[in-house]
């Protein structure tokens, strides 16, 4: 959809902001920029609408050199976000989400109805902030309109500049989280620039990790923080890069460990001589339609009547294909030894501390082979 060939651009100066920048971003794709200050990032952004023109190299959008295409044109077809969001103060939230359908010509009415379900889309009630000012919003308020705006004539492409970047963590965090969950409905072909690390793994299908006008990197996340490709790129991600994949991990059944499975109606007895010639100090107990009932220990058992009399509920449990540190936060939420995971209400096995590392590095691995991580033996990590 985006697609970069052999561009550079040379400022008059002779500053060489990109050099060389070759990379495409596919069809709904979300791609994030990362680096430090001044490593090319917004110059390569603002090249695909022809804000900024390469000094020599092409660049496509939907198949089309963009130098051939009228840039006002072309703009019609990029949403642009940008930091400082720049609604215009003298017209309400409703008038400024409309602002480019009713420059493309669309009747007033259709625009604003256009405008109102947008608004609804980021979040706003459009009965609530359609008729204010922008400066009668919060600065995450006006961010997510400055989103709606870019959104509203329907572009296939949008392209973001830090557009979380004015507001605090936490709202930060709370903007990404809907931008998400648009863009999962929407999905727009999207190039953001971030020089935040974090951001960059959290959205991204892919990264694009910039050096100094180039970029030394362009994989998933997950291949970013498992094999950072040059030593440039693993000091940007951090030493806590580990740490960090655990976010982009998601479990899989593979990684699970079956512990002894009991049912409520079994007597306590047999349960516990069960748990005796296996060697473990607890089984979960699953009805018979293989649905968590919760867990009993060893001891719990010595009192007699049933598993069910006796048995916890098991507050410690994710969903399967949950990221790893979603598991992990759980674990150390209760103080467990394990989490449980279930696809739906069935249970699936447990995640322990050591099956989450080797998930981990499992994970690692595969993206390495390219291949899936069910198909990397254990064996080959086990002694690692
Ligand atoms: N008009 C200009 N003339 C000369 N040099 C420029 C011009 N605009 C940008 N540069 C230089 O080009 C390089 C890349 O700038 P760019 O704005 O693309 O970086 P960036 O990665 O987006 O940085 P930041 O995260 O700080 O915004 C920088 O060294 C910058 O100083």
Redesign the pocket.
């Known amino acids: 959809m985006i697609r970069f060939e052999d561009v550079t651009k040379r400022?008059?100066?002779g500053?060489t902001?990109?050099g060389g920048l070759s990379f495409e971003v596919s069809e709904g794709e979300l791609v994030t920029l990362v680096?430090p200050?001044?490593?090319?990032?917004?110059?390569?952004m603002m090249m695909v609408n022809r804000l900024i023109e390469p000094t020599s190299g092409r660049i496509l959008v939907g198949g089309e050199d963009i130098a051939a295409v009228d840039p006002v044109r072309l703009r019609r077809r990029i949403g642009y976000v940008i930091q400082q969001v720049g609604l215009f103060p003298h017209r309400t939230v409703l008038d400024n989400t409309a602002t480019v359908p009713a420059l493309v010509g669309w009747k007033k009415a259709k625009a604003r109805a256009r405008a109102a379900e947008l608004l609804e889309l980021v979040g706003l009630d459009p009965a609530t902030y359609g008729p204010r000012y922008p400066d009668q919003l919060s600065g995450g308020q006006r961010q997510r309109v400055g989103v709606a705006r870019a959104l509203a004539a329907d572009p296939p492409v949008l392209l973001m500049d830090e557009p979380f970047g004015a507001v605090d963590p936490v709202v930060r965090a709370q903007l990404q989280d809907e931008f998400l969950r648009m863009q999962a409905a929407v999905r727009k072909t999207v190039l953001l620039?971030t020089?935040d690390i974090e951001e960059a793994v959290r959205l991204g299908d892919r990264i694009a990790v910039?050096g100094q006008?180039r970029i030394e990197q362009f994989d998933t996340p997950g291949a970013v923080l498992g094999s950072p490709a040059t030593p440039r790129v693993a000091s940007f991600v951090g030493a806590d890069r580990g740490l960090k994949r655990l976010s982009v991990t998601e479990i899989e059944p593979g990684d699970l460990e079956q512990p002894p499975v009991v049912r409520p109606d079994d007597p306590a007895g047999r349960a516990a001589a069960e748990l005796r010639a296996r060697g473990a100090r607890w089984a979960v107990v699953l009805d018979d339609r293989g649905e968590l009932h919760g867990w009993v220990g060893a001891e719990d058992l010595q009192g007699g009547g049933s598993v069910g009399d006796q048995a916890h509920r098991m507050s410690a449990w994710v969903p399967v294909g949950a990221p790893l540190k979603q598991a992990f936060g759980v674990m150390l939420q209760h103080d467990a030894g394990w989490v449980a995971v279930l696809d739906g209400a069935r249970f699936l096995g447990v995640l322990t501390p050591a099956k989450l590392h080797e998930a981990l590095r499992r994970s690692v691995d595969a993206e390495a082979r390219g291949v899936a991580r069910a198909e990397v033996p254990f064996d080959s990590v086990a002694d690692a």
């Open positions: 400022y008059p100066d500053t902001a990109v680096g200050s001044g490593c090319g990032k917004t110059t390569t620039v020089h910039y006008g």
